[in-house]
């Protein structure tokens, strides 16, 4: 029962104490001023408080506050918002004024800190952060650090609008099969070709009204066409069925990759392979230089994030490839490129097709008689070999996910 006692008579000699400490280091202030002006407020405050308070040639105004019982630094601090004034504690007084870097006293009124970005660069926090910022900033470029020289209160803030634009980009899952498709296939299913029946494999129902496309010209004039799909479909049941394709040699996948890339990043993907040419120096015959060619194809891929749902996705595909593997001496390897440009709305998840670029593919198949066709010397004459050229699509699907 003691303990109790002793216990509960600490406890209110502590708040007795805590209370007289803040109420002798916050002295209230009640007073009323209409109109009055801010130097003869500031006055009344230092007559009633006995606090000095300092006040530079800035502080000129008008106020009108009724104050009942308040502290004597929200009085300060409602003085203050009144009139744009800053004011500190130094020792045991005040000093007030506007914290311009062109005063004298700005010095007295301000501290300074810095803050190190993370995610965005200090030229884009700048023009991102209100304009009232701009006099108390100084930054690094190499640093990506920004200081700030200004009053307590307006870096307090200043931290705060930094930590809401200071945030990691979001991310996209991109998926991209890059393949070629024979003619045949495309003329025998057509757009059809990624409608499946319930029993699998192309050839099912037609349902066109699920496609929307438009179509352009790339630069060596040749029609291409972007169309996308509004319904969605497995990513997975796509790879399957064009690995389906491929295995009955109407199709090549020839990349498939998947990249996570940041909102606005950029990606580029090749596939392909590099030719290193040997070529005189201009003007002279005896030194020879070399030059790496890249031939294959190339898809560069920019997203933007509009909302949860939406995305606007910038593609560019390049096909080059050469012509013929013989050197002239005017020209040179002839490389044909076939490439465009162009950006697409489209929903999260949702498949984009690309195509329109053609390619013409060699193909040999050669036949014989059995045993009799792989004996030396009379092997021609029981067997045959033949050779075609096939027009096959280059054909590219993408799918953009926001993570």
């Not at 995610?119 to 990506?144: C, G, M, N, V």
């Not at 200071?166 to 757009?191: C, F, H, M, N, W």
């Not at 194809?297 to 096909?319: G, M, Y």
């Not at 050469?322 to 465009?340: A, L």
């Amino acid at each position: 029962m003691k303990k109790s006692r002793l216990t509960c008579c600490g406890l209110l000699f502590f708040l007795l104490v805590f209370s007289f400490l803040v109420f002798a280091e916050e002295p209230l202030v009640s007073t009323v001023f209409f109109e009055s002006d801010v130097r003869d407020a500031v006055n009344e405050l230092v007559f009633q408080t006995g606090v000095n308070i300092i006040m530079d040639e800035t502080v000129r105004g008008v106020i009108t506050l009724d104050l009942r019982d308040v502290p004597l630094e929200k009085a300060l601090t409602m003085i203050s918002l009144a009139g744009g004034f800053s004011f500190t504690k130094i020792d045991d007084f005040y000093f007030l004024g506007i914290a311009d870097p062109k005063s004298p006293s700005f010095k007295h009124l301000v501290e300074t800190e810095s803050v190190k970005l993370q995610y965005i660069s200090q030229t884009e926090a700048r023009s991102l952060l209100p304009s009232i910022y701009d006099s108390y900033l100084r930054s690094s470029p190499e640093r990506d650090i920004i200081s700030i020289t200004a009053p307590r209160t307006l870096i307090d803030k200043f931290r705060l609008d930094v930590a809401a634009i200071d945030r990691p980009a979001q991310q996209v899952l991109i998926q991209a099969i890059v393949t070629e498709i024979s003619q045949d296939a495309l003329k025998e299913y057509g757009i059809n070709l990624l409608d499946f029946s319930k029993q699998g494999g192309p050839g099912g129902p037609k349902n066109e009204t699920d496609w929307k496309g438009i179509r352009l010209n790339s630069d060596l004039g040749e029609a291409l066409d972007v169309a996308f799909r509004t319904k969605f479909f497995s990513y997975g049941d796509l790879l399957a069925q064009l690995r389906l394709l491929e295995s009955e040699n109407k199709a090549e996948i020839k990349a498939n990759p998947k990249v996570l890339v940041s909102d606005r990043g950029v990606v580029n993907l090749f596939s392909g392979q590099t030719q290193h040419l040997i070529l005189p120096e201009t003007g002279s015959s005896s030194y020879l230089k070399t030059e790496a060619i890249d031939v294959g194809i190339s898809l560069k891929v920019s997203p933007r994030i509009l909302n949860d749902q939406e995305l606007e996705i910038v593609i560019s595909p390049e096909v080059s490839h050469f012509v013929n593997d013989r050197y002239n001496g005017k020209t040179g390897f002839v490389v044909r490129r076939n490439e465009v440009s162009t950006s697409v709305y489209v929903q999260n998840g949702q498949t984009l097709v690309i195509a329109g670029l053609t390619l013409d593919q060699e193909l040999e198949r050669r036949s014989q008689v059995p045993v009799l066709g792989s004996i030396p010397l009379v092997r021609w004459l029981f067997s045959n070999k033949s050779e075609r050229v096939e027009e096959r699509e280059l054909v590219v699907f993408l799918v953009a996910e926001i993570q």
